[in-house]
C-alpha cells in the first residue's frame, strides 16, 4: 500500500549549522510533496513543497529536492535557528487531496 | 480571511460512546480532509471529502464515518469509541478542483480522549 519513510526521527543541531531531512515514498503515481512544521502545541503549516516536473525548489534558507526515479525526497535548512525547532512532517500525494504523511523528525536546534 | 475551525476543541468520551467532531473550511475552499495524529504515527490519513462526495479513505475501520454539506463544513463520527482511538483529530481544507492540486491549511485539531 501507499507508505512514506522518513528519517531521522529526531535530529540535532547546532544554530547555524545545516540539517537534511530524508523521505521515501512507494506510490509511484504520487506527484506533489509537500513539507509541514508543527511546532508544539500549533497546527501543521505548510513551508515549501514540490510538485514532480520539478527537481529542486528553493526559498529562502529552505530548499527541497526530489529524485523520482529513487522515490526519494529530502528537506534542506541551512543556517538553522533556534525557532527553526520542531517537528517537520513529509507527505506524498497525487492528483486529489490525499496526503500520506511521514512519521514526523523533531529538529531541534542548540543556541 | 478566517481559518479552518474546528469544533469542540477538547472532548473526554468513555468506551463504547460515539462523538461527532465537526470541521469549517476557509472560505472559498471545496475540499476536506481528515486525519488523525498520535505520538509516533504522525498524521493518518482518514477520508477526504469534495461536493458533497467522499473522493478518497484511507485505512481506518467503519466506526469512522464522515460526511460534507453543501456549504463544504464536514463532521466526521466515531462510533463505539476504543481507547486507541484517543488522539487529536485535524481537518485540512484546500481550494481544491478535480485533477488539480493545492495547499491544504490544517485547523487546530480537536483533542479527543477516550476512557
Known amino acids: 500500500g501507499e507508505n512514506v519513510e522518513q528519517h531521522p526521527s529526531t535530529l540535532s543541531v547546532q544554530e547555524g549549522d545545516s540539517a537534511v531531512i530524508k523521505c521515501t515514498y512507494s506510490?509511484?503515481?504520487?506527484?506533489?510533496f509537500p513539507w509541514y512544521k508543527q511546532e508544539l502545541g500549533k497546527r501543521p503549516q505548510l513551508i515549501i513543497d514540490i510538485r514532480s516536473n520539478v527537481g529542486e525548489k528553493k526559498d529562502q534558507r529552505i530548499a527541497v529536492t526530489l529524485n523520482k526515479t529513487a522515490k526519494h525526497f529530502s528537506l534542506h535548512i541551512t543556517e538553522t535557528q533556534p525557532e527553526d525547532s520542531a517537528v517537520y512532517f513529509c507527505a506524498a500525494g497525487s492528483n486529489t487531496d490525499k496526503l500520506i504523511f511521514g512519521t514526523g523528525t523533531r529538529l531541534q536546534v542548540f543556541p | 480571511k478566517a481559518g479552518v475551525t474546528q469544533t469542540p476543541r477538547y472532548l473526554i468520551k468513555t468506551r463504547g460512546q460515539q462523538v461527532t467532531l465537526s470541521c469549517s473550511p476557509i472560505s472559498g475552499h471545496r475540499s476536506v480532509s481528515w486525519y488523525q495524529q498520535t505520538p509516533g504515527q504522525g498524521l493518518q490519513f482518514l477520508f477526504e471529502y469534495f461536493s458533497e462526495t467522499q473522493r478518497n479513505k484511507g485505512n481506518f475501520p467503519g466506526r469512522f464515518s464522515g460526511r460534507q454539506f453543501s456549504n463544504s463544513r464536514s463532521e466526521m463520527n466515531v462510533s463505539t469509541l476504543e481507547l486507541g482511538d484517543s488522539a487529536l483529530y485535524l481537518c485540512a481544507s484546500s481550494r481544491s478542483g478535480r485533477n488539480s492540486y493545492n495547499e491544504q491549511f490544517f485547523g487546530p485539531g480537536t483533542r479527543l480522549t477516550v476512557l
Open positions: 506510490d509511484s503515481a504520487s506527484n506533489y
